[in-house]
Structure formats: structure tokens, C-alpha cells
């Protein structure tokens, strides 16, 4: 019998084990529980890294994705995946010191740390196989805002308007731009209270912008400072609540944020989309590490700020789901949930704490310390894990705090004993959805805990996927790029029919603008019988080569904002322009071509699935649909294995009942029934079973096996009634395994005909009518060359 189980069949989470008597067995734990939420606290060199990145690994290999806030650096340690367990593999990344203080050289100590991971592994009822799970299982990717050592990502772009549902919520939307205003105006050390001006006038600006759908980029926002699109605040007007003089001041302080070359790499990179950070295109669940242990505290609460908000806007899109559909884990919470002030992360962590677990979303936050968190978080956490604490006032509050989360139903002594004596790596464990506390150590992480891991380390991790991103980027560079600035010409008379913009993107002494055309409209899509009534707009820029002789709309390009210049600045030189762009005539004829062009192309793109009878809504993308789709799929999953813990559960109970009256006959005889290894397998295959069919009397059974162990004798042990209980006994084991392999089995067809995979999308396309394209406009823009 093997001493290795693959816990994922059964939809649970293997991490650490229990002592229960004489028997080390599995501590797993339902991946649903993780619904309620869950705070992992304890002090450094308590073990909550390790606890915290064996949840993640778990997630990973059920194919729950996670997007991983991390202000050290050591979850980046969860791309430390060695199975083949290798000294050379561990070289690279193992410190010269460290080995100099083991006496050893790097390869040697490499080698010995192998073979560490490779004994904790096999001691804890793992092996390399395993770890190659994990590296196969999901995509891992580490973010760097801010920087370029791992995979980019843009925040100017992500000031999106909000979803429908958070509009039609007056105040979620409130407090959403109430943090991102102040997480602004903390970037410029500015008074970032809701009451401020500074406040007021910047959150009119979102407000104004959002509720009429429009995102908002923080070029924008700094230009809208100096002439924002209203001229009331409240009952005075704007010159009187904030003069110009003043508004301009604060509008040059955050300019001068994004005028600093280094902001060049906030604006570069992958858009900040949750729907993109949770799956790849074949389906497999991303793991996104979010890495900013490189930015000063403004930035990092910035940062944090931001993407929560990000996920509050996503997660209201969604539907509900009683499945574990992502999870948000934040490594160090301090700071970002006080109990005590309001910081701009404090208020989406607490939406997100109250509502995530209704869209499938479950919390993990880690902490060195109790008082960290808030209480009102406290009490929407389903899970305490609990490792050593530094003071008698911190084990007071985690008791305070464990107290007023299960209605005063624990015994604060016991506990405080408990916190009292814990070793390394060994916690308390309070779940909600089970009774009473237990005591467990941590299973040996499949990931190697290096620690943080530096920006050099970062690049060599990400190195393929920087590589590719940087080919891509290279391959899409425009060609008309190159362009020689001996051409440039006096501004070219254009039509007064034809509105000029202007792109400026430095601050030199003289602007060598490129021409292109801006083609925009409206379209209007409908479908009563699919429930489709949608106003979109259609903007996009073409480059005017001054050779061309007709547009070519097929070689459009993205606007790269929907804001420029109305005023063009001083030494501005200019390129040739095609002759007919100066035509009223020819431009006419432009606007006909771009309406025809619209209307042979343009098209709303729904997607479905039959089988699981699921149709996009109209303003759902194929990310958020297949993330739907998932969900549905994970339901799907869900039903079924309930079904089959009904189904089996009186089998069970049956052998449980067989086997503690076997046991107690044994006990009664004092003889020993099996070796101690297969007491072991016994006790841990109980333990298993239990978690699956969410048994109280796992512990009973276990410790009946510990019992029934001790105190044999070989005389004794030849009767012929105690050999006739101890093939019983084997004959029931051997039953309860067949059952738990049958369970193994028939989970594994469940999962296999419930992969995505095999719920292929179809796309419905819905065309607009002639009448339905409106407000077609033509616009010159000039953007300079750099």
C-alpha cells in the first residue's frame, strides 16, 4: 500500500498533518471552506509563508486560479519548482553565504538541500511527482508595476469605468472613486480625506466621467483638473471652490509624476484586467503574483488600491456561484487594514471581505500580527490559522477576535495554552464550518522557500516571457515611425469642416508632428429576441502617408487616448499630408467610405454553449464568458461529487462502525493487529475518508488504530480469536480502500467530462442596420514623432 494519496481527486487541500496519539496522518481541508474567507497570523519564523504558498500550491493544482498581492517577495518562491529534485536545479539558487555558513561550497550545499526537500517531501506523504503537478498545472507569471524585472503591467489605462452593476450601486461606486482619489492623491503627498477639495474636485471629475461610461486615463484626469467638464461644484462655481491658480498646482504636481522617465514603465505592458489574470485561452488557471516589494509606500498603496478596486468593479459583473471560483491572497497585510484609520485600501478589502464569497471569490490574508487587521474583517473570516505569536497582547486579541466569530462557543484557556506552546510551523486551526479547534504542522511546501527573491532573480524567472513580449512589441512597431524630419513642412491649411487635434508626448524646444486621420461613430445594436440593445462607439486612427491616393481603413490603428490637445503648442513642424485630405468634396466621400466600411464590418460578437444552455450578455467579453462558463462547469463538478458523498456515505459510516468494534475488541485483548506501517495507512486513509464524507469521529478511529498497537506479545498474538479479528480488520481496510480508489476513480470521469475543454464556444454575431451607424466623424490628429 502506498503512503502517497492524491488528495486533489477528492477536492481537497492537503496541508500539514495532525498528530492524533501515536499517528502523524493528512490535515486536508475542503477547498470550499476557503468561501468564508481566511487569515493566516503569525510572527516571523512562525511558518505562514510556507502555510501560505502550500494553499496556493493546492489551489493551483485544482486548477483555481489566484492573483497574489506581494509586498517581500517570497510567494514569487512558487516558481521554485524542481521535480526532478536535483542539486544543479537548486544551484542557481542558492546563496553564497549560505552555504559558506554550512561549511560547505555551493554545489555541495545545493545538493543537501535536495536532498532536504526531497526527505520532507517523502515524510509528509508527498513525492516528486507532485511537484511536477504543481509546474504543470497552472501558468505562473510575476507582475512588476513599476518596473521592469518581471512581466509588466499598465496602470494608465485602468481607470475604467466601472461595470453597470457598480454604477447602478450609488454607494460602491462612491466609495470606489473615493479610493482611487485618494490613492492618487497619496502618490503627491496631498491631504487624501474625502473632505478635502483637493478630494472633491478630482472625484467629480471620476464621477462626471463614469456615469456617462467613459474611462479615464491619468493624462486625462490632469488635463480635466485644469478645465474639468463642469463649472459648478455643489452650489458654487468652480472659480470660487478651487481657483485656476490653484487647481493648476495640483494638476502640475501629479504631471510631474508621470513627466518622470521612471513612470515610463506604469504605462507599459499588459492591461491590469482581472478576467485576463485568471485563465489562459486553453483554460488553465493562471497564478499572478503581483511583486512589489520594489516600490516606496506611496506607490505600493497606489498599487494595492488600485487592483482591488479593479477586482470590487470585476466581481460585480459576475454571477454568483456556490463553487471556489478564484483566490485574492495578500502576503503581509499591515498597513493596507488597520483597524484604527482608513487608508484607500481599507475600504474595497472590506467590500470584497463582505461580498466576494456570493461570486466565488475566496480571501487569504496574512499577517505577523492580530492588530493589523480591522475587526469588522475579523468577523467576516471563516478560517484562523494561528501560529506563534511575540506577546501575551497579541494571543489576547486573536482569542478576542476567534471569540466574537464563533458566539463565545471556545474555551480561551485551552487556547491560550495552545498559543502558548506552539512550535515552528505548527498552528491552530479554527474553521467555521467545523466544530471545535485542531492543532496541526504544516506539510513540507512543493515549492522551494528561498525567500524574496531580487529583481535580477525576478528577470531570470520571466525571461521567456519578457523575451516574447519584447518580440511582439517589435514586430508591431510602426514602420512609419522612421521618418525623415527634413520632410516637416509649416502647418498644411486644412478644411475648416475638419476638426484638428494634438498628441504631445515630451517637452522639447521644437515638435515634429506625424498626420493621421480619426474616423469615429456610433453604433447601435439590436436584437429584441436575444435581449441585445447596446450603444457602442467605433474610434480609430489611420497614418497619412502624404503618397497615398485613397484610405485604406483595413490598416487601422488604436487611439491611444480619448483625449488630446485642441491647441497646437509653439515650434510645432508639421508633415505633408495626402492633397485630398484639404478637399471638402473628397472628405465627404471619405465619411460615405468609412459609414460603408462599418457597416460590412462592424458586427456584436456574442458567444454561447449550448449544452450548458449559457449565452454572453451584450457587454460580457469571451474572458468573462469562459470564466462563466467555468463556473458553471464547476458547479456542474460540485453537484456531482455531492452526489457521490450521499451515495457512498452509508458504506462508509458502515465500515467506520465494523472497524471501532473490531477495535475496541482488539483493544479489550491488547494485541497488536497490524505493523506500524500499516496502522499508519489506516489512520490516514480514515483521515481522508472523514474530510471527504465530513465525518466527526475520524479522530475516534484514528486513535482506536494508535491504541490497538501497544502492549502485543507473540504468545499472545497467535491465538486463534485475535487472528480471526485481525483479518477482519484487513478484510475491512481492504474494502474502505476499493471504496476510497472507487471514489478517486469516479471523481477523476467527473472532472474529465466537465473540462472546458470539452464545451467548445460558439459566436453569434449580431449586424447593425444602416440607420443604426450615426455621428460619423472625420478628425486631423497630430502626434508627435519621438
Request: hydrophobic fraction near 35%.
Amino acid at each position: 500500500m502506498s503512503n502517497t494519496f492524491d488528495y486533489e481527486k477528492l477536492k481537497l487541500f492537503y496541508i500539514g498533518k495532525e498528530k492524533i496519539n501515536e499517528n502523524y496522518v493528512p490535515l486536508v481541508y475542503k477547498n470550499k471552506d476557503l468561501l468564508t474567507h481566511a487569515a493566516i497570523i503569525g510572527m516571523t519564523g512562525s511558518g505562514k509563508t510556507g502555510l501560505g504558498i502550500s494553499l496556493l500550491e493546492e489551489a493551483a493544482i485544482d486548477n483555481i486560479p489566484s492573483i497574489i498581492i506581494d509586498p517581500k517577495g517570497d510567494m514569487t518562491n512558487l516558481l521554485l519548482t524542481f521535480p526532478n529534485l536535483n542539486g544543479s536545479d537548486f544551484e542557481p539558487w542558492i546563496e553564497e553565504q549560505d552555504a559558506i555558513n554550512n561549511g560547505l561550497n555551493v554545489k555541495d550545499f545545493a545538493q543537501k538541500t535536495a536532498d532536504l526537500w526531497k526527505n520532507g517531501l517523502e515524510k509528509d506523504f508527498q513525492s516528486a511527482n507532485r511537484v511536477e503537478k504543481l509546474k504543470n498545472s497552472a501558468d505562473f507569471t510575476i507582475y512588476t508595476p513599476g518596473s521592469n524585472a518581471g512581466v509588466q503591467i499598465s496602470i494608465l489605462s485602468s481607470f475604467k469605468a466601472p461595470s453597470k452593476e457598480v454604477l447602478e450601486d450609488n454607494d460602491l461606486l462612491v466609495s470606489l472613486i473615493n479610493s482611487t482619489v485618494s490613492s492618487i492623491l497619496s502618490l503627491i503627498d496631498e491631504k487624501n480625506d474625502s473632505s478635502s477639495k483637493e478630494s472633491i474636485l478630482i472625484s467629480s471629475i471620476f464621477m462626471n466621467y463614469f456615469l456617462e461610461g467613459k474611462d479615464l486615463s491619468l493624462e486625462e484626469l490632469i488635463t480635466l483638473i485644469v478645465t474639468p467638464p463642469f463649472s459648478k461644484i455643489g452650489i458654487f462655481d468652480l472659480e470660487t471652490f478651487f481657483a485656476q491658480a490653484d487647481r493648476l498646482k495640483l494638476a502640475l504636481k501629479l504631471n510631474t509624476i508621470i513627466a518622470n522617465p521612471a513612470f515610463k514603465t506604469w504605462i507599459e505592458g499588459e492591461t491590469l484586467d482581472i478576467s485576463n489574470l485568471l485563465y489562459d485561452e486553453s483554460g488553465k488557471a493562471k497564478v499572478s503574483i503581483f511583486s512589489i516589494a520594489h516600490l516606496n509606500d506611496s506607490q505600493r498603496m497606489f498599487f494595492v488600491s488600485l487592483l482591488l478596486n479593479q477586482m470590487v468593479s470585476w466581481m460585480r459583473r459576475q454571477e454568483g456561484t456556490t463553487s471556489l471560483k478564484a483566490l485574492l491572497y495578500m502576503d503581509e497585510i499591515f498597513g493596507y487594514f488597520p483597524p484604527n484609520s482608513n487608508p484607500p485600501s481599507k475600504l474595497p478589502m472590506l467590500t470584497l471581505l463582505k461580498q466576494a464569497r456570493s461570486f466565488g471569490i475566496g480571501i487569504i490574508l496574512s499577517t505577523q500580527n492580530p492588530v493589523d487587521i480591522d475587526y469588522k474583517g475579523l468577523a467576516n473570516i471563516g478560517t484562523w490559522f494561528i501560529g506563534r505569536l511575540q506577546t501575551k497582547q497579541d494571543k489576547e486579541k486573536v482569542i478576542d477576535g476567534l471569540s466574537s466569530t464563533n458566539e463565545g462557543n471556545l474555551d480561551k484557556n485551552e487556547i491560550m495554552n495552545l498559543l502558548s506552546n506552539l512550535e515552528k510551523r505548527n498552528f491552530i486551526l479554527k474553521n467555521i464550518n467545523e466544530d471545535g479547534i485542531k492543532l496541526f504542522q504544516t506539510r513540507w511546501a512543493l515549492s522551494y522557500l528561498k525567500g524574496p527573491i531580487p529583481k535580477e532573480g525576478i528577470k531570470k524567472l520571466m525571461a521567456e516571457k519578457l523575451n516574447s513580449s519584447s518580440k511582439k512589441e517589435q514586430k508591431n512597431e510602426e514602420s512609419h515611425t522612421l521618418i525623415n524630419i527634413e520632410k516637416s513642412i509649416p502647418k498644411p491649411i486644412i478644411p475648416n469642416n475638419l476638426s484638428q487635434k494634438y498628441h504631445y508626448s515630451s517637452q522639447n524646444s521644437a515638435y515634429y508632428l506625424q498626420p493621421y486621420l480619426i474616423c469615429s461613430c456610433d453604433i447601435h445594436y439590436v436584437n429584441a429576441s436575444k435581449d441585445i440593445d447596446l450603444k457602442t462607439n467605433e474610434s480609430f486612427k489611420i497614418y497619412l502617408d502624404e503618397t497615398i491616393k485613397e484610405i485604406n481603413f483595413d490598416e487601422k490603428e488604436e487611439l491611444e487616448s480619448n483625449f488630446y490637445d485642441t491647441k497646437e503648442k509653439a515650434n510645432s513642424f508639421y508633415y505633408e499630408i495626402p492633397s485630398f485630405i484639404q478637399n471638402e468634396r473628397e472628405l465627404k466621400s471619405i465619411e460615405k467610405s468609412f459609414a460603408d466600411y462599418v457597416y460590412r464590418n462592424s458586427k456584436l460578437t456574442l458567444y454561447k454553449n449550448d449544452a450548458l444552455k449559457i449565452t454572453s450578455k451584450q457587454d460580457e467579453s469571451l474572458s468573462d464568458f469562459k470564466i462563466r462558463l467555468q463556473d458553471r462547469l464547476n458547479e456542474k463538478i460540485d453537484l456531482e461529487v455531492e452526489k457521490l458523498q450521499e451515495r457512498f456515505k452509508k458504506e462508509n459510516d458502515s465500515f467506520e462502525k465494523k472497524l471501532n468494534s473490531l477495535y475496541e475488541k482488539l483493544q479489550r485483548e491488547q494485541q497488536q493487529a497490524t505493523s506500524t506501517t500499516t496502522d499508519t495507512i489506516i489512520a490516514i486513509g480514515t483521515s481522508i475518508l472523514g474530510a471527504f464524507f465530513g465525518r466527526s469521529s475520524t479522530a475516534t478511529t484514528i486513535g482506536k488504530v494508535a491504541t490497538s498497537a501497544k502492549g502485543a506479545t507473540k504468545i499472545l498474538k497467535e491465538k486463534n480469536d485475535v487472528k480471526q479479528v485481525e483479518n477482519e480488520i484487513n478484510q475491512l481496510q481492504e474494502q474502505k480502500e476499493s471504496l476510497k480508489t472507487l471514489l478517486e476513480n469516479e471523481i477523476e470521469k467527473i472532472n474529465s467530462s466537465n473540462l472546458s475543454s470539452n464545451y467548445p464556444v460558439e459566436e453569434i454575431f449580431i449586424k447593425p442596420k444602416r440607420s443604426d451607424i450615426y455621428n460619423i466623424k472625420l478628425e486631423l490628429l497630430w502626434k508627435e514623432q519621438l
